[in-house]
C-alpha cells in the first residue's frame, strides 16, 4: 500500500480515537499526546513516521512558554480573580437588578449587562456563572421567572468572557495566527505580510462582542412583550430607590475605568496586551484595596488560581502540539487541504465546514483544546484561500462560546449546576441554554454575511 495513503489513514484513525478517549473520561493533555505518540509508533512500524521530528517539541513549548505576548495570559486571569474576589460582581448584581427591576425581564436583562461588564474587566467564566447564579438565580426564582430562561441567561451572558476582550482565547488565536498568517504569506511570494496582532482581534471582536450582547437582550425584551409570565417585574422599593444614582455610579465606574485603562491603552496603541495586561493586574489590586479587599489571604487565593489555570493551558499546549507534529508528519495536514479545497463555494464552505467540526467538538472538548487542535491544522488552508485571518480569529471566538453552553460538557452548565436550587433540574439548565445557542447560530450567520463587523474596527484603528 502507498506510505502517504497509510500515514494518511493512520492520522484521521488518530484524530477520532483521540475523541473516543476524551468521550471515557481521560485527561485532554495526556490523551492527546498519549494517543499522539502510539500512533506515532504505529507510523513508525509503517515506516511513515520518523521519531526524529519529536525534538522540535522541546525548543517549540520553550518557545511558547517565553513568548512575551502568552505573559498576558495569566496578567489577565490574576486580575480576573482579584475583581472577582474584591465582590465587584456581586454589587453590580445587585445594583442592575435594582435599576432594571421594576420592567419586566428587568433581572434578565441585568444579568445581560452586567456579564458584558465584567467580560470586558475579568474575563473568568467560571467565576462570573457562579457568581450570577449564586445572586441572581434564587433573587429571579424568588419573582416568579421559568428556570429555564433564568438559567439560560445567565450561562450565556456568563460565557461572554470568551469573546469580548480581554480574551485569553483571543490571545491565544492571535498569536497563532501571526504566526501562520507570516508562513502561509511567505510562502506565496509575500514576503512584507501585514501582520496580525492581539490588538487587531481584541478590536475585531468588539462589534461582535456587543452583537450577542444585543442579540440576548432582544431575546429578554421579546419574552417581556411576549410572554411576560416567564419574567415578571420585581418592582424595587422606594426607599431603596433613593440612593440608587449613587450606588450605580459606585458600582459602574471603578470597572470602566479599568476597561477604559486595560482596552483603551491596547486600542489606542499607547500598549501591547501583556504591558496593559499588567495594568489591569495592579489595578485591579488597587480596586480592591479601595474596597478594603485586598488582603493577604485574597493575594493567596488569586495567585494559586491563577497558576492553576494557567498550568492547565499550558499542559493543554503541550499535548496539543505533540498531537500537531505527529498529525502533520503523518500526512494529515495534506488529508485536510485536499478536503477543505475540494468544497465547492469558494472561501465560504471551507470556514463554514471549518466551523461546524469545531461546534461539533465543543459538546466533548473545552475551548482551548479545540484551538490548540483545530486551529494548527485548519488555518494554515483556510489563510492561503486568502480568508482574512482577523475575521477567521473573531468567528472561531464566537463559534467557540457554545462550547461552554453545549451539554455533556459545557463547563457554564457545570458551574451553574453546582450553585443553582435543587428546584432547578440539570434538564432545566439543559433546556434553557437551547435558545441562546440559536442566538450565537444568528451572530455567526450575520459575520459570514457582513464580514466588516469583525475587520471594519481593526482597518479604522491600526489602518
Request: charged share 10%; with cysteine.
Amino acid at each position: 500500500m502507498d506510505p502517504k495513503l497509510i500515514g494518511e489513514i493512520l492520522a484521521g484513525l488518530m484524530f477520532f480515537g483521540i475523541i473516543g478517549f476524551l468521550m471515557m473520561g481521560f485527561p485532554v493533555a495526556f490523551t492527546l499526546a498519549g494517543v499522539s505518540l502510539l500512533f506515532g509508533a504505529v507510523g513508525l512500524f509503517f515506516g511513515v513516521f520518523d521519531p526524529s521530528n519529536l525534538g522540535s517539541l522541546p525548543p517549540r513549548y520553550a518557545g511558547f512558554m517565553t513568548n512575551e505576548v502568552l505573559v498576558a495570559v495569566p496578567l489577565f486571569i490574576f486580575m480576573g480573580v482579584v475583581l472577582e474576589r474584591s465582590k465587584i460582581a456581586e454589587q453590580l448584581l445587585l445594583t442592575m437588578g435594582k435599576l432594571f427591576g421594576n420592567l419586566r425581564g428587568g433581572l434578565g436583562i441585568s444579568v445581560v449587562v452586567v456579564g458584558a461588564l465584567l467580560a470586558a474587566s475579568t474575563g473568568v467564566v467560571g467565576a462570573t456563572v457562579v457568581t450570577m447564579g449564586l445572586i441572581s438565580l434564587p433573587a429571579m426564582l424568588r419573582a416568579g421567572y421559568d428556570p429555564k430562561l433564568a438559567s439560560g441567561v445567565i450561562c450565556a451572558s456568563g460565557t461572554l468572557g470568551q469573546i469580548i476582550p480581554p480574551s485569553t482565547v483571543l490571545i491565544f488565536m492571535g498569536d497563532m495566527l501571526a504566526g501562520i498568517n507570516s508562513q502561509v504569506q511567505m510562502a506565496k511570494g509575500n514576503f512584507a505580510p501585514a501582520p496580525v496582532s492581539v490588538g487587531d482581534l481584541f478590536a475585531g471582536a468588539l462589534l461582535p462582542g456587543l452583537l450577542l450582547v444585543s442579540l440576548y437582550l432582544g431575546w429578554m425584551i421579546f419574552k417581556a412583550v411576549f410572554q411576560p409570565e416567564t419574567c415578571p417585574a420585581t418592582p424595587v422599593p422606594p426607599e431603596e430607590r433613593q440612593h440608587l444614582l449613587r450606588e450605580v455610579v459606585v458600582a459602574l465606574v471603578p470597572p470602566l475605568l479599568l476597561i477604559i485603562a486595560v482596552l483603551g491603552s491596547i486600542l489606542g496603541g499607547v500598549a501591547t496586551a501583556t504591558e496593559a495586561a499588567s495594568v489591569g493586574a495592579v489595578g485591579a489590586m488597587v480596586l480592591a484595596a479601595l474596597r478594603w479587599r485586598l488582603s493577604f489571604r485574597v493575594l493567596r487565593e488569586a495567585v494559586i488560581s491563577t497558576a492553576a489555570i494557567t498550568s492547565m493551558v499550558f499542559i493543554i499546549l503541550l499535548g496539543a502540539s505533540v498531537f500537531s507534529i505527529v498529525f502533520r508528519l503523518m500526512g494529515g495536514d495534506n488529508l485536510v487541504h485536499e478536503f477543505l479545497a475540494n468544497l465547492p463555494g469558494g472561501q465560504l464552505a471551507p470556514v463554514i465546514a471549518v466551523m461546524l467540526i469545531m461546534f461539533l467538538l465543543g459538546f466533548i472538548l473545552d475551548t482551548f483544546e479545540i484551538i490548540f487542535i483545530v486551529i494548527p491544522i485548519t488555518a494554515p488552508i483556510l489563510l492561503a484561500l486568502d480568508v482574512d485571518p482577523v475575521w477567521l480569529g473573531v468567528l472561531v471566538g464566537v463559534n467557540l462560546q457554545t462550547s461552554f453552553l453545549t451539554p455533556p460538557f459545557g463547563f457554564s452548565l457545570f458551574y451553574l449546576r453546582g450553585v443553582a436550587p435543587s428546584s432547578v433540574s440539570t434538564g432545566m439548565i439543559y433546556r434553557g441554554i437551547i435558545p441562546f445557542v440559536f442566538l450565537q447560530f444568528v451572530a455567526i450567520a450575520i459575520m459570514l454575511s457582513f464580514p466588516g463587523i469583525a475587520t471594519w474596527l481593526p482597518r479604522w484603528i491600526y489602518g
